[in-house]
């Protein structure tokens, strides 16, 4: 059975620098982002509960994960599949994964926060203009989730970084 890695934390926390540095450190680990799967803008409890449903599950029971990517550019499905295989480590990161569903399968669970201003000019810098307009709009979802699931509570791991 594989070990089971959620990295949760809001926009801009250094998730995904995290999660890759964490793969990087396994021989062989699968890495997946929900920004693969959230179904757009407003979409990140459809892109957690996707996750646990169409690729945690699924390689736990030893099968292949697989999800449809979102085209931001366009605001659409994209027509591709992408395909995780059963690997000895899954990795899951992205906004809104650690719920007490996902917790209660995963075997190790991080939190990762920064200040808010931080994780603004992260994001910003990182996805420029095209994340601006949705900044609010994003930050409004992180805070249900907040409110809804209680990832810091749920984690094995906090991490408040700079």
Do not use: C, N
């Not at 994003?138 to 408040?160: F, I, N, T, Y």
């Amino acid at each position: 059975m594989p070990t089971v890695i959620l990295v949760d934390g809001r926009s801009g926390a250094g998730k995904s620098t995290f999660a890759a540095m964490l793969a990087a450190s396994f021989d062989e680990a699968a890495l997946v982002a929900l920004d693969e799967i959230y179904p757009g803008w407003d979409g990140l409890r459809q892109g957690a509960d996707t996750a646990l449903t169409q690729v945690i599950r699924p390689v736990l029971a030893g099968r292949a994960g697989e999800w449809e990517t979102w085209d931001w550019a366009r605001g659409i499905p994209s027509g591709r599949r992408r395909v995780v295989g059963p690997a000895p480590v899954l990795i899951v990161e992205g906004a809104g994964v650690l719920t007490p569903a996902s917790a209660a399968v995963a075997d190790v669970r991080v939190w990762l926060d920064a200040p808010a201003r931080t994780r603004r000019e992260r994001a910003l810098r990182r996805d420029g203009d095209a994340y601006r307009p949705h900044w609010e709009r994003w930050a409004a979802q992180e805070e249900d989730h907040l409110r809804a699931h209680g990832p810091r509570d749920l984690a094995d791991v906090v991490l408040d970084l700079p």
